[in-house]
């Protein structure tokens, strides 16, 4: 029995790589759903359904928490297979309120009615459907008031992540900050909504310039998760170690990850 963690693809690594290194004593076994990926330009039925498939399949593995390293899936699936309920025992959680709390400043849980917080100006760079679903105001609504979010649709820039093709990905990532720029020319804060853009952080710290704080994911959702875990030990699973597992083709997605993370990573398939 392992935590389960989530992705379209290639992107959840990230948060993989966070968690793992938060929380080296537990057992992880990680889904890419790269037969099916990206996402980010599926319509929320689509990615509701695949979503449901890809977290009952960690489910019937054995890991009793499923995390959702993918805010297009949090977005279009968290709330929904929520308030659809979830088997007895079973858990998922997603990746967007633990940054949104680290954002507005709140701890962990904190429900107090929304506040005034210091940063006023943000721009929110995520996938065409993690944008369209509005989720990530909505959630910044309930903790925050007078927080000005401006958002870019960054098309392109997962495929070409999964396909390994970096310049098209940077240079998509400037024409992206450029046309944010165009609606908002002064940030203050950006968030990267998409667990696959850490692959690509530099370019947009390059692109936004430094005195943008960048917000992305994977340590966040690591520092949650440990919170989440140490309220909830009946969720740790036993054993150790690290397992991946693809709908995709294994030799590809493993080389592609190798690339990645800089050090072998195996596939098997789902
Ligand atoms: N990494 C995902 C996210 O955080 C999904 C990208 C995609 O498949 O389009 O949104």
């Not at 960690?58 to 993918?70: H, I």
Request: some cysteine.
């Amino acid at each position: 029995m392992a935590v389960g963690i989530f992705d379209s693809g290639l992107g959840g690594l990230t948060v993989m790589n966070a968690v793992q290194a938060r929380l080296p004593d537990v057992a992880f076994t990680y889904l890419g759903d790269n037969a099916h990926a990206p996402y980010g330009v599926r319509d929320m039925d689509d990615v509701y359904e695949l979503t449901r498939a890809g977290v009952a399949r960690l489910w019937e593995d054995g890991c009793n928490l499923v995390v959702l390293a993918c805010n297009t899936a949090s977005a279009a699936a968290l709330r929904r297979m929520q308030e659809a309920g979830v088997p007895e025992g079973k858990r998922v959680l997603g990746v967007f309120v633990p940054m949104i709390e680290a954002l507005t400043e709140r701890r962990w849980g904190d429900n107090s009615p929304p506040r005034q917080v210091s940063v006023q100006h943000v721009a929110l760079f995520a996938t065409p459907a993690t944008v369209r679903s509005r989720a990530f105001q909505r959630e910044l609504a309930f903790r925050a008031i007078g927080v000005d979010v401006e958002t870019q649709a960054c098309g392109g820039v997962v495929d070409a992540i999964e396909e390994g093709d970096m310049i098209l990905a940077e240079a998509l990532v400037r024409s992206h900050v450029d046309a944010l720029k165009r609606k908002m020319p002064n940030p203050q804060a950006a968030v990267l909504g998409c667990t696959h853009y850490p692959l690509i952080e530099a370019a947009f710290q390059d692109a936004l310039g430094p005195d943008v704080k960048l917000y992305s994911q994977a340590n966040l959702v690591a520092d949650s998760l440990a919170d989440y875990l140490a309220r909830h030990p009946d969720m740790v699973g036993e054993g150790q170690g690290l397992r991946h597992l693809t709908t995709g083709d294994p030799a590809r997605v493993s080389d592609r990850a190798t690339q990645f993370l800089r050090r072998a990573v195996t596939f098997q398939a789902a």
